[in-house]
């Protein structure tokens, strides 16, 4: 692989490629959000648990509620393949074509890089709130009165504030993807970057 995240002129904060560095820093992207969002209910925010969504909506809300370590052990390997396969896409595909097409995120720099992830959060978030959120979480918890409107406009009793704590949690997954899947020139040191003119700084 050549180019932008090609092995031959690109180094890597973790792993020897880019398919590999994505893989790793999407896992810990996904682990670190899921965890933040398993407490977001500590600051009174809509919890935001998505192993145990995941499971129901395979296995059902019977299954699920009657067998919880099933369903949030199945639910949870969804869950972080799902976070891993996007983590891939944003990293072999989005990351380098956001630089092409955006030319002072073109320079691979820990600012670049970071401002990417939280774009890439963004883009996950609009995904999520307009269409798995209402379409999928709606019709599941209709039963016991859980709503789930239009671009995630009710959630329960926490209403549109559910919107932006799906923005949260996904910020925090991109934030944390954007500065862990970090390019950089392979001709210099780690302390040297690439200006966007194309000058290395420190």
Known sequence: MEGEHGTSDVKFLIGRNAGKSAVIAA?????????????????RLPKFDFNNLNGYLVLGLSYGFANPAINFVVGGVIHYTSGIIWGVIFALIFHPALGRFVKPLHALTPVNNFIKGVIWGAVLWIISS????????????????????????????????????????????GVNLGLLFSPTPAGGSRGTWRSSSGVGVR
Request: aromatic share 22%; proline share 8%; charged share 0%.
């Open 130 to 173: 307009a269409f798995w959120m209402p379409l999928l979480i709606g019709p599941l918890f209709q039963p016991i009165n859980v709503g789930v409107g239009p671009f995630l406009t009710s959630f329960g009793p926490y209403g549109i504030q559910a919107l932006f704590t799906n923005l949260f949690w996904h910020t925090i997954y």
């Open 27 to 43: 896992f810990i992207a996904t682990h670190v959000a899921t965890m933040a969002g398993l407490w977001f209910d500590g600051a």
